[in-house]
């Protein structure tokens, strides 16, 4: 299994450019999230997802849109980027959506110029 | 970019003593606790968990220690290694539907030869 792989791993945008950050798994897991992680900060939860086509927002939702369509992959979109935005960003999947243990991606570090 | 590094706690160590990485979590109702590894470029790696009905587990060189009264829990690492050199969070999770981890900021560890 090559678990939770991101791409790309590094993205430079201008203000106002939009662009997906993919995320996919195989391990079959029902759920998965997007966390961002900032300098001398945890990470913080920006969406998740408890399986195909349910969807809902974490702390940090604002400025960014998911969708999920298979089981497999959960793209995060940024429609018009900020440098606000600027920060590392995770991807992460669980067996299920009651099960705490997160396996995570390598991350795609994202600047907003 | 920054690293995720800058700004947090350090503990420097040498090789071969016992690392202890504390850590104080916020929720009286977290039911379950992670502590994840993180190397330099890379994503989170899940190290040992702990339930709240617990108040020791012990894995392969760590051993996580709760303490419900305090709201305190603590990572040891015995005869800490370089490769073990990196940032340590811990995690809460707070069982209500679904399984939302909630990270501390960090600790890096630093391992001299």
């Known amino acids: 299994n090559a678990g939770v792989t991101q791409t790309p791993k590094f993205q430079v945008l201008k203000t106002g450019q939009s662009m997906t950050l993919q995320c996919a798994q195989d391990?079959?897991?029902?759920?998965m999230s997007w966390y961002r992680q900032d300098p001398g900060m945890g990470l913080r939860l920006i969406h998740y997802?408890?399986?195909?086509?349910?969807?809902d927002q974490g702390e940090v939702p604002n400025g960014y849109n998911v969708s999920r369509s298979t089981t497999e992959d959960f793209p995060l979109r940024l429609l018009s980027a900020a440098p606000s935005q600027t920060s590392v960003y995770f991807c992460?999947?669980?067996?299920?959506?009651?099960?705490?243990?997160?396996?995570f991606g390598p991350g795609t570090r994202l600047t907003v110029l | 970019g920054e690293s995720v590094g800058l700004h947090l706690p350090t503990l420097s160590v040498q090789e071969g003593d016992n690392s202890i990485i504390n850590c104080a979590y916020s929720?009286?109702?977290?039911?379950?606790f992670i502590w994840y590894k993180q190397e330099s470029g890379k994503g989170p790696q899940f190290i040992i968990d702990?339930?709240?009905?617990?108040d020791k587990r012990q894995g392969q060189r760590v051993t996580v220690l709760l303490n419900k009264t305090v709201k305190h829990l603590s990572l040891q690492i015995a005869a800490t290694q370089p490769g073990d050199s990196a940032v340590y969070f811990c995690?809460?999770?707070?069982?209500?539907?679904?399984?939302?981890?909630?990270f501390g900021k960090g600790t890096m560890l630093l391992v001299s030869p």
């Open positions: 992460a999947s669980s067996v299920g959506a009651g099960e705490p243990r997160k396996f």
């Open positions: 391990m079959n897991h029902e759920y």
């Open positions: 997802s408890v399986g195909a086509g349910i969807t």
């Open positions: 929720n009286s109702a977290s039911d379950y």
């Open positions: 702990i339930r709240s009905n617990m």
């Open positions: 995690a809460e999770n707070m069982h209500s539907g679904y399984s939302t981890l909630t």
